[in-house]
């Protein structure tokens, strides 16, 4: 079983897979292919694979492979008919990825699409391992760039006051950055439209938020749902209402398969005090703060500072390689039967759990998108935005 990794494109510093994990995939009886070069910017450097017994190849070679991991969709040249394809494809956003894939008949394995709720999905599922990291990384942003101490400190010449953090949402990045903030030694104030979620923040160390009219706003996927405008702005007022003394405020609202909402509008800005850093998690997709600029750290005319760092695993991309490589790694091996990959159709990651069960969602399947030249019948969802 040959496995190809490629390198990923400019703007990625991560790697699909690390050395470590060759052990593990030779074991299960893959011969791996990594291209020259694919995880330097993780700080993994060729000889680290060969020693760890990868060869190191061309991209062509790398791509001709049979079985393919990767992050960002490598596209489909180079990549044989029938080839598996594994990589986050974001497909509700890139539909066009997923149409690439019926055309050359490559089967399209979308990590982001793990069912998160099945146990053994735990292990794999991509979404927590990366939110986790970014969940800390913005809140070191945040520090770095606010103007003032984050913890309390007695000195002779006086005592700091702790800095005030404020963390809007409490998923798998939001609970984090609670608890990253809490740590550095900042008073935690966090808000969810889950009620179920105000027993969590206040596990991490953060005080919860709570909005008049708040039910639990969470979707049979385990997502947060999508909310009426005027819920939202309700919301909104209240947060950024919390949030108008803070040093520190982290956005981390996002709905799968959708825009970011608008979580902190401009209006809202404008009654932050100046030094306060705003740092929006995802600026890749539309941003939660409406004066966010995507890539940019900028400050507004009333002394503002808005983060619009892009992909903040990669940031630190040595640590979230290795937690990608061991999710990827414990997939496609958990794929493996008598020495060759089996899609095998009772697979609840594969395909989704079966109607009638607790775990199932209906109009969506699992990781497989599509394979021979077909959308899985459980993509429902994923076909009506395709059309």
Do not use: W
């Amino acid at each position: 079983m040959r496995l190809g990794v490629p390198k990923e494109p400019e703007n990625e510093t991560r790697v699909a897979i690390v050395p470590s994990s060759m052990k593990k995939l030779t074991k299960a009886g893959f011969e791996v292919y990594v291209q020259q070069g694919a995880g330097e910017r993780a700080n993994y450097n060729d000889s680290q694979y060969e020693d760890a017994g990868a060869k190191i190849v061309s991209r062509e070679e790398a791509l001709s492979c049979p079985n393919i991991i990767c992050i960002n969709f490598p596209g489909t040249d180079g990549i044989s008919k029938n080839s598996n394809v594994a990589c986050v494809a974001d497909p509700f956003r890139n539909s066009d990825y997923v149409k690439q894939c019926l055309s050359a008949n490559i089967t399209l394995m979308s990590m982001d699409m793990i069912p998160r709720r099945l146990s053994r999905a735990q292990s794999m599922d991509v979404n927590s391992s990366q939110d986790n990291l970014a969940g800390y990384k913005a809140v070191l942003l945040g520090a770095s760039n606010v103007p003032k101490g984050i913890p309390m400190m007695t000195t002779s010449a006086g005592t700091v006051r702790p800095a005030k953090v404020v963390v809007m949402g409490s998923g798998v990045a939001g609970l984090q950055a609670i608890a990253t903030a809490k740590r550095l030694g900042g008073v935690v104030y966090a808000s969810d439209v889950r009620k179920s979620a105000a027993e969590q923040i206040e596990s991490v160390g953060g005080r919860f938020i709570e909005v008049d009219g708040m039910d639990d706003f969470e979707d049979e996927s385990g997502y947060a749902k999508p909310l009426t405008p005027e819920f939202i702005q309700k919301v909104n007022e209240t947060v950024c209402g919390v949030a108008k003394d803070a040093d520190i405020i982290i956005t981390t609202a996002r709905i799968f398969g959708r825009p970011a909402p608008i979580t902190v509008p401009s209006e809202a800005v404008k009654t932050f005090k100046s030094g306060a850093v705003i740092v929006d998690m995802n600026a890749d997709v539309g941003g939660n703060c409406e004066d966010t600029k995507v890539g940019e750290i900028h400050v507004t005319d009333n002394g503002v500072i808005i983060v619009g760092t892009s992909n903040l695993p990669g940031t630190i991309a040595n640590t979230a390689s290795m937690l990608y490589s061991n999710n990827l790694t414990t997939f496609i091996t958990s794929l493996v039967n008598d020495g060759e990959i089996v899609l095998a159709e009772d697979d609840d990651i594969l395909f989704g759990a079966p109607e009638g069960s607790d775990f199932y969602v209906n109009g969506m399947g699992g990781v497989l998108i599509c394979m021979n030249g077909e959308m899985h019948q459980k993509q429902t969802r994923l076909m009506g935005v395709l059309e």
